[in-house]
């Protein structure tokens, strides 16, 4: 589970289109899951990320190329957003993976954002901190 959630993270970087300094798909020291429910209210555990990245000259273009990629592996595309505040050139797209796994992509002429919550296991790895 914590293997797909980095590439998920890994493969939305590779074809956003722009830079991500502060991410290494290989470093993998220190992620702790979150607690979130199956069964009960919070019985499971997930993983998430959000990473920040380069600008993106037409964010339009991105989020197209997103989509179609994702629908490609298929994911469903959820809400595209894009009003992303009075001053932005930016738009947002959201999906969610076969198995609950949900990605979040934001692409802006200032800046990106990705974001991945990995699904929901009873898994007793995910307990454990990631060294």
């Keep these: 589970m914590f293997t ?6 890994e ?9 991500w300094p502060g991410w290494d798909r290989q470093d993998t020291v220190d992620y702790v899951s979150e607690p979130c429910g199956i069964h009960a ?12 990245g380069g600008a ?3 964010p339009q273009a991105a989020v197209e190329v997103m989509k179609a ?30 198995r609950g796994m949900t990605l979040i ?6 800046g990106s954002f990705i974001k991945v919550i990995g699904e929901c296991t009873l898994d007793p790895a995910a307990r454990k901190k990631t060294t």
């Design 4 to 9: 797909d959630f980095l590439d998920a993270m």
């Design 41 to 52: 209210r919070a019985d499971g555990r997930l993983y998430q990320r959000q990473i920040k």
């Design 69 to 98: 990629h994702w629908e490609s592996k298929g994911y469903t595309i959820g809400n595209i957003f894009d009003g992303k505040g009075a001053d932005s050139t930016g738009l947002e797209i959201g999906a969610s993976g076969p």
């Design 56 to 58: 993106i000259a037409d």
């Design 105 to 110: 992509f934001t692409a802006t002429k200032y």
């Design 11 to 19: 493969d939305t970087v590779q074809h956003s289109g722009t830079t």
